[in-house]
């Protein structure tokens, strides 16, 4: 077996996504497996480089978890400039991602980055231009579709379960705390609209890949963007004006006519089994998928309800489902696709879950604000490079 390192240049690493998903429960955890074995010899290593703002917290980063004291830079440049570099991975604050991105690009860098990947339409298509010009390979974190109960509804959808689909419903949220008598759990840059929160940017770009790796493209949008909150505090106790939409009704209609409505809220109390939940409805079958947990109904057991309000409910709908079997383990849905996006390194060969990809995601972003903010519904044109 031969050991291939692979040098990544992670930025963001202290946030949320960048600590926990991406270096913990992703690329440490490739480590401590023995690297990933590519079944042809190789078994590739990836080596962590941390980049950042704060040396101090980046040097405690890597002292924890056993990495090279010195693979840590507060110097983007001299890391891009730094020929053993193979990959530049972004989970910074949106709104530094497009330029670091471009440097990466330039300096010849494979891509791997978290959504959006650009505050803009022609800032994303750029950046998927510039990585296709240079002949680097890129992708983009498309995680949900990697997690268990989505992949358990793709095994229906496969199966052909629902015959002919027709509707997609989603429900998305819970409640941010405002960060005055309890803590947020959210960055406060999240409820800026200035520094690349709300999330209509947020949720959007996930709902753009999840309704076209499943369900077909999207092909119109109608959205109502609103912020419910308006004032929050920041993570150090001072109140700010939240500028951003802090929740979005959308109605997606995709190719082929299924109609998907999505509501994104965090400003909702969750009375539902996770936090967040497709409902499908086909002629021959119903599923409600989660991040874990799939429950199906099929034609056949399909209650015959009828509307009366004068008598109370004899029947318990919910305990009508039947849970979609795990028939498998599932591993973290960041590091699947973080193996999948190592073995493209490596191999090269089609790979969808690119910067063209993220582009469409920032595209639903903006016409579904647009769609709101000028109160109509919006075609969603195909782009190309
Ligand atoms: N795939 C997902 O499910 C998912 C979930 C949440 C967030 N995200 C994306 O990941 C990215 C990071 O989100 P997060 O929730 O981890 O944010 P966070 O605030 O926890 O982390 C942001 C990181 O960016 C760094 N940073 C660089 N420049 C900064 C600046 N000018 N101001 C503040 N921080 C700066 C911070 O040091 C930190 O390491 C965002 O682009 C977000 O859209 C993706």
């Known amino acids: 077996m031969t050991r291939k390192t692979l040098r990544i240049a992670m930025n963001g690493v202290t946030g949320r996504m960048g600590y926990r998903q991406h270096l913990v429960r992703s690329l440490l955890a490739l480590r401590e497996e023995g690297g990933l074995d590519l079944g042809d010899g190789t078994v590739l290593w990836p080596e962590p480089v941390l980049v950042g703002r704060r040396e101090h917290a980046l040097r405690a980063l890597a002292e924890r978890h056993g990495l090279d004291a010195e693979a840590v830079s507060t110097d983007l440049d001299a890391v891009l400039a730094d020929d053993t570099v193979d990959i530049y991975f972004d989970a910074q604050v949106t709104s530094a991602r497009e330029d670091a991105l471009r440097r990466a690009i330039a300096a010849g860098k494979h891509i791997y980055t978290e959504k959006p990947t650009a505050l803009g339409l022609p800032g994303a298509l750029e950046l998927a231009r510039l990585a296709r010009a240079a002949d680097v390979r890129h992708g983009v974190v498309q995680d949900k579709l990697y997690l268990p109960g989505l ?29 005055d008598w309890q803590e947020s759990q959210r960055p406060a840059w999240n409820y800026r609209a200035e520094e690349g929160g ?54 997606f209609e995709l190719e082929g006519g299924i109609v998907a409505q999505i509501n994104s809220s965090w400003a909702v109390r969750v009375n539902r089994d996770e936090l967040v939940e497709f409902q499908v409805d086909g002629t021959h079958g119903s599923a409600v998928a989660g991040l874990r947990n799939c429950r199906a109904q099929h034609r056949s057991a ?17 305990g009508q489902w039947q849970d979609v079997p795990d028939n498998g383990e599932f591993d973290n849905g960041f590091k699947l696709q973080w193996e999948e996006f190592l073995r493209h390194v490596a191999h090269g060969g089609p790979w969808s879950r690119d910067l063209l990809a993220g582009a469409r995601g920032v595209q639903l972003a903006e016409l579904g604000l647009r769609s709101s903010a000028e109160g109509r519904r919006l075609d969603v044109p195909e782009l190309t490079l």
């Open 302 to 318: 399909t209650s015959k309800p009828v509307w009366n309000p004068d008598v109370p409910l004899s029947e318990d709908f919910r």
């Open 151 to 179: 992949q358990k509804l793709k095994r229906l959808i496969d199966g052909g379960f629902f015959g002919e689909i027709l509707s997609v419903r989603g429900e998305f949220g819970y409640w941010v705390f405002e960060g």
């Open 198 to 251: 709300g999330i209509v940017a947020d949720m959007f770009p996930h709902w753009e890949y999840l309704l076209h790796d499943l369900f077909g493209p999207v092909r119109s949008v109608q959205a109502l963007a609103t912020t419910h909150i308006p004032r929050r505090w920041d993570e150090r106790g001072k109140p700010y004006e939240a500028t951003a939409d802090d929740a979005a009704y959308g109605i």
